[in-house]
T-cell receptor, first 107, second 111 residues
Framework: GQNIDQPTEMTATEGAIVQINCTYQTSGFNGLFWYQQHAGEAPTFLSYNVLDGLEEKGRFSSFLSRSKGYSYLLLKELQMKDSASYLCAVRDDKIIFGKGTRLHILP | KAGVTQTPRYLIKTRGQQVTLSCSPISGHRSVSWYQQTPGQGLQFLFEYFSETQRNKGNFPGRFSGRQFSNSRSEMNVSTLELGDSALYLC??????????FGPGTRLTVL
């Protein structure tokens, strides 16, 4: 079957670093996405990985290992505005989303 | 560049009615996808259109349908509405680099 797993909730402190993991089992693979979604708003695109390795974009980095069916999103220098849900999604012939990880930032 | 727009933003219908939602993608984007988001199920893929052709379809009943026009605008239709269809319906357009941009969504309430 098709399955994407990520932790339901995480808590971190302002200024710290947090890593949100995502594991997937899909019949095919044509890329992995990370999105940020604030409550009551639409998801915002963060990153797209199709090859193994780390992609860095400002305070956010995303890593992919296709052989392990594993990705993580790394957020550095956390700010209060980073409090949101983070969604992992995999494209095989369609895009499948995980349930999202709700990240709480403490001052 | 204008973002993805969806109309209407809010809609209230009763069971048995039908509804049509509209999505205008970012200019130049030819791919449009539709999603249903509910608190219990998260984001679920409905269908994807590219150049007026349905490219992929999720696991939803035939009451859910869509189409795409030559200007890339897309509509989705839900017939014979059920209470469980109450959700946020999101449309997203994709660039050729696979970046996907979401519209603000249509909040549908079925009474």
């Amino acid at each position: 079957g098709q399955n994407i797993d990520q932790p339901t909730e995480m808590t971190a402190t302002e200024g710290a670093i947090v890593q949100i993991n995502c594991t997937y089992q899909t019949s095919g693979f044509n890329g992995l996405f990370w999105y940020q979604q604030h409550a009551g708003e639409a998801p915002t695109f963060l990153s797209y990985n199709v090859l193994d390795g780390l992609e860095e974009k400002g305070r956010f980095s995303s890593f992919l290992s296709r052989s392990k069916g594993y990705s993580y999103l790394l957020l550095k220098e956390l700010q209060m505005k980073d409090s949101a849900s983070y969604l992992c999604a995999v494209r095989d012939d369609k895009i499948i989303f995980g349930k999202g990880t709700r990240l709480h930032i403490l001052p | 560049k204008a973002g993805v727009t969806q109309t209407p933003r809010y809609l209230i219908k009763t069971r048995g009615q039908q509804v049509t939602l509209s999505c205008s993608p970012i200019s130049g984007h030819r791919s449009v996808s539709w999603y249903q988001q509910t608190p219990g199920q998260g984001l679920q893929f409905l269908f994807e259109y590219f150049s007026e052709t349905q490219r992929n379809k999720g696991n939803f009943p035939g009451r859910f349908s869509g189409r795409q026009f030559s200007n890339s605008r897309s509509e989705m239709n839900v017939s014979t509405l059920e209470l469980g269809d109450s959700a946020l319906y999101l449309c997203a357009s994709s660039s050729k680099y696979n970046e996907q941009f979401f519209g603000p969504g249509t909040r549908l309430t079925v009474l």
